[in-house]
Structure formats: C-alpha cells, structure tokens
C-alpha cells in the first residue's frame, strides 16, 4: 500500500527537482536545493532517492520517448511527422536541457549510460522496423543500416537545435528523408 | 594576492594548450603535451586543471577549432578529409566529453553559451565560403544554406559518436557529401 503523502511528496520533488535543472543545470539538484524549491524536509528527499546521481537521473528520466513507434506504410510521410513532432520537442529549451545532460551525464556515470544507450537501442530497433516496412513498399532505394538511419535523421535535429539553437524547417526535415533513400 | 608565478604559469599553460589545439585537435590537449608544449612541470598544469576536460574547456574558450578552414577546389574532397578528421577527434572520450560539456554548460551558462554560438558560428562561416567554391567549381548539384550544410554535415557525426558510442566509417561521411548535393 502506498501512503498518499508518499506519493505527493515524490510528486513535488520531481518537479522541483526538474526545475532546478532546468533553471541552473544539472549542479543545482541537490537534496538540499531541491528539498529548499519543493518546501519538504531535506530527510524525505534522501528518503526517496538516497543518491544524488539517483536523484539527478529521476529528474531526467520520467519518459520513454514517444517516437518512431508503431510505423504504418506509406513510410514516408509517417516518418515524416514523427520527426517533425520531435523537432519540435528538442526546440523547447527543458527537452534541450534533458537531452543534453542524459548526453554529457553518459561520460561520467554509468548509470546515465545505461539509460542512454537504452534509449538509443531503442529508437534503432523502431527504426529497424520502419526500414523493413519500406523495403516492401518499395520506398527504400537505397541500402541504409538502421544505426545509420538514426544518425542521419536525428543527428542533424540535435546539431540545429541543441547546436545552433534554431527551429527544424519541414524542407529540412524532407532533405533527410531523402538523404536515407525515401521517395517521394 | 595572487602568486605572480602562479598567474605567468597559468598564462603559459593556456597559450601551449590553444596552440596544440590549433594545430593538433582537442585529442593533443593533455596534462603531458601541454606541460611539453609550455616548458613547465606536470604538476603544475594538474594544480591548475586537474581533469583533462577541465583543461580542454580552459583552451577552447577563445580558441577555436581547427576544421573547414582554407577550402580548396575541388571541395568534395577537401572536405571528406576535413570530415574524417573531425569524426576521429570525435571518436575519443575526452573530446566527446568537453563537446557534451559545451553544448550541456550552454544551457545555464550565458558564457558557455556565447563560446559555444562563437564556434558555431565558425563553422558556418567556413562552409559557406567552401560552398561557394563548389558552386564556382560545378560539384554542387543543389541548394544548400550553410545552416543546413552545417546541421547534415556534423549532426550525424555527433548522433554516432556522442550517443550511438560508435565511430564513423568512410561510406557514412560519402553519404553525407552526397546529402549536402556534391557530386562525387
């Protein structure tokens, strides 16, 4: 049986702690600053998540991501649409932040690398399926593997918006499907 | 009251650190070859950064990264080769480390941020002059805004090394060439 005050405190840490990391980085989530920003006792926030790595990773984590499932054929344009839903995602500035700190936190914590490459596998496993789709339809000229498929699709969607820091276009969202052998 | 010594050691560091980066990659920027480079003790460098990527962020701020200068015709191959050595660099830990640590710091840190929209802006600036030279020259068979250049060209590349963990064969930087529209 879960206490419901149980339940709401760990509600109101994982917001506060989302919020710490976006406003001030991934630095900022500590028990203490986190116990400050939810207005709880610093104990239930070690209660919870003894670890600030744990913490720090509860934060992030939240959601698998909803893209590249279920593919249905004409694989282009649902291809199409799932990358524009996510570049539109990856330009909110807290999706840039979680992006990039699950990213820079892989170098350092196994834990945050696990998670990552979960999340990687994961997207290339539903890409795999998409591909195998296309190659029966016909769409897919080319040879493309999927790992590769995923570096080309979603590696220019991180460069314009966690690089440069701009808005994904729908030409160039057309440009990458070209680019993997799609046709139109 | 700061140590003279210290402040001429410190000066000394990053100034062999900016120039190994320059003329070698961020991969050359180690505790040793900076404490080579500088005449100074190994010590001495670790008692002012002690982590490698510490080090590598001292000297890339107002440095700047040593690819897509001086395009020469024909471009496509000039600029294989500029891709295959940004892929290697890419490849290694330390490299992936400060990258992430520069795109992720960007995000609550208006002076990371500035460093990072400075090499950005680079980048930009050095393929637009090369694709110019490609239009001159023929190889550049479409329309492409040194923005996008910018995001097909080096987004893949992050995807694979950063997240993917992997490296970058020759057949995916071909790939990106013929992404961009120059001709092989």
Redesign the interface.
Known sequence: MTDPRSTRSRTAILTAARALLL????A?VTHQRVAQEAGIGRATVYRHWAQPEQLLLAAMSGSDLPYFRDPTPPVRPWLRDQLRAMATEMAL?EV??VT??L??G???SPQI?DQ??HA?AAITDRLRAALEIAATTGELTADVSP??A???L???????T?????TVPDA?ID??L??IGLSR
């Open positions: 406003k001030e980085g991934p900022a500035p840039v932040a990039l700190t990213m820079q892989a170098v350092w690398a990552r490459n990687i790992d590769d995923a570096s080309l979603i590696g220019p969607l991180v460069y314009r966690a690089m440069q820091a701009g160039l440009r990458l070209d680019g």
